[in-house]
Every structure is written in C-alpha cells, then in structure tokens.
C-alpha cells in the first residue's frame, strides 16, 4: 500500500497542481498540460484527499487557491528548488567540454549573433550539444524555474518577476529602441518625444511582448495614448518589412537595425525620453558553476572581445546579404 508520501508525489500529480495554480483554470491547465480537464480535475481531488483539505475553492467563476493550497504551494516550490540544487550540485562535478546547455531566447531577440556564436563553439567542443528555444517571457521564466533550460537570453529589466533572489544575470549588451518612420518631415530630427509622434499606423510587438509593454509603459508615463497597432509581429525582421512595405511607423532595437544597412525612404530616431534595456544572459543562482556552462559563458566573452556585439551582427548582416 502506498504512503501518504508516494501518493502526494508519485506520478505527475505536483506538476498538475503547479499548473493549475498558475492559469486557475482547469481547462487551460488540461490544454497545456496536454491531458482531459476530467483527467485533471481526478488528480486534483485525490491530492485534496491525500493532503485532507481542500486546495481550491471557486468564487462565481473564478477559482482560487485555499489557505492549505498556499501552504501547498510554498511545499511544491521548495521540493523543485531542493530537486534543481540537487542536480546543479551533481552537475558540478562534470566535464566541461561535454553534455548538454539548453538556451531560451526572448522571441523578438535577434538570434543571428548567438546562432554565429553556437557554431564557432561547436567547432572547438563538439561534444558539448547546444539547444535553442525560442520563448515567450512567461516560457522562460516557467522553463527556467522547472530547470528546463539552464540559461536565457532575454531583455531586462524584467517588472514581471518579483523574486530576483533564485537568480543571476550577465549584461551582453546596452541596448535602445529606435522609432523607426518614412516621413521626411521628421527625417532631421535624432530624437522625437512621444507627444510629437504623429497619429499614423503602427506595427507593433504582441501585446504581451516584453517591447511592447516597454512601448505601452513609455507612452502612459509620457500621458499620451498608445498609437493604433494595425499588425503585429513577434520577430524585428516582420516588423521591419511590414513597415518597408506599408510605411506604418514601428519600434525596433537598436542592436537590430545597425545591421540592416540603409534603406530609401526610411529614417529612425530615438524616443525622448530615452527607452533603454540590456540583452543579458539569466540563470538560476550557480548554475555558472557547472563547468560546462561555465565554460560556455567565459568563451562567449571572449568572442565579444574579439570583436562587439554590434560588429559582428553588421558583419553577419553584410554576409546574409551577398
């Protein structure tokens, strides 16, 4: 007969806990769980009688987490911090040439530098297996909680998270958003503040894109209203051809566009005041001390010495083209 313990833990019983915790909704859970919403709701009621309370309760349709269900989930993170310290630890003692780094990256970074960089890393360890995920923020941050991936690539700062204490980061580059138009009255103008932008199109980011809530926070803070987004793209290249094509204005990073070379009828500026962010590498607290991805970081830094960030991405720009 199993224990109280084997039936709190056996299975996937706390991932779907977990899940459903996140979304308080069954349905949503099921789909992202990739299981019934009957399947889901059966664990849920026999981790509630396992544990002799009630997790959840629904407020109209609205569900909500119980005292015992925050105590339970104060449970199940330490289990998974306790779990992914255990396998840091246990991985720190492995080579550093060999295994596996998986790599989220925010899906509005340009991946090309990265991509050029996963090459010349695979020439000199090819034992060392490289993944790249291309993610949403909420993507990596789950994946990067779960131990999932073992470094992001991302945009910070990051207002979504209010717990910073589990993790590390390291700048790659400075970075600003460059308003990005085809109007030749506004082509002599570096700077532009947002209450001067005229009232066109935009393409824009999703709205649940870290540019794009960048976007959103600069206009409110400026007390303008957020211009009219007739298309949305999730990659810079989408964004920059829609706008080449349409002449809707967008926004792009600066580390972006520098690559582009010039293009007729397109002139860029920066917004006044500034909006300014960094590409970074984020990474749970010591996982740089796994030799390998230690290594991974030190050689990385090394091939930015040999040449920046912004040269290399000119230069790779400049070779796609010809």
Same mark, same amino acid.
């Given at each position: ?271 006044? +005041?500034? *909006?300014?962010?960094? #590409? %970074? ?5 010591? &996982?740089? $001390?796994? +030799?390998? *991805?230690?290594?991974? #970081? %030190? ?5 930015? &010495?040999? $040449? ?15």
């Amino acid at each position: 007969m199993k224990s109280k313990q084997e039936s709190i833990f056996s299975s996937k019983t706390l991932t779907y806990f977990l899940q459903l915790s996140e979304t308080m909704n069954y349905t949503q859970a099921a789909q992202i769980l990739g299981i019934t919403q009957p399947a889901l709701t059966q664990q849920i009621k026999k981790l509630e009688r396992t544990v002799g309370a009630r997790l959840f309760y629904s407020v109209g349709k609205k569900l909500r987490l119980t005292d015992a269900g925050y105590t339970m989930l104060d449970a199940t993170h330490k289990i998974y911090d306790i779990l992914n310290d255990a396998a840091d630890e246990i991985q720190q003692s492995t080579s550093a040439t060999q295994g596996d780094i998986k790599i989220g990256i925010l899906a509005s970074v340009e991946d090309s530098v990265f991509e050029d960089f996963a090459i010349q890393s695979y020439r000199e360890n090819p034992d060392v297996k490289i993944s790249f995920h291309m993610l949403t923020r909420k993507e990596i941050w789950d994946r990067l909680e779960n131990n999932q991936i073992d470094l992001a690539i991302m945009y910070l700062p990051d207002e979504s998270i209010k717990n910073w204490k589990p993790y590390e980061s390291k700048r790659i580059i400075s970075d600003d958003l460059l308003f990005i138009h085809h109007d030749e009255s506004l082509s002599k103008k570096k700077r532009i503040k947002f209450a001067d932008l005229p009232s066109k199109p935009w393409a824009t980011y999703p709205n649940n894109y870290y540019l794009n809530h960048m976007m959103r926070e600069s206009f409110k803070n400026a007390m303008v209203d957020m211009p009219t987004s007739v298309a949305q793209f999730t990659t810079p290249l989408q964004l920059l051809r829609f706008s080449k094509q349409t002449g809707a204005y967008t926004a792009l990073p600066n580390s972006f566009y520098v690559g582009q070379g010039d293009f007729p009828n397109t002139w860029t500026a920066r917004f006044e +005041p500034n *909006i300014r962010f960094e #590409l %970074a590498f984020v990474f749970r607290s010591g &996982k740089d $001390k796994i +030799p390998r *991805i230690g290594h991974f #970081l %030190a050689q990385f830094d090394q091939y930015l &010495k040999t $040449k920046d960030y912004l040269s290399r991405l000119q230069e790779i720009q400049a070779e796609n083209k010809e």
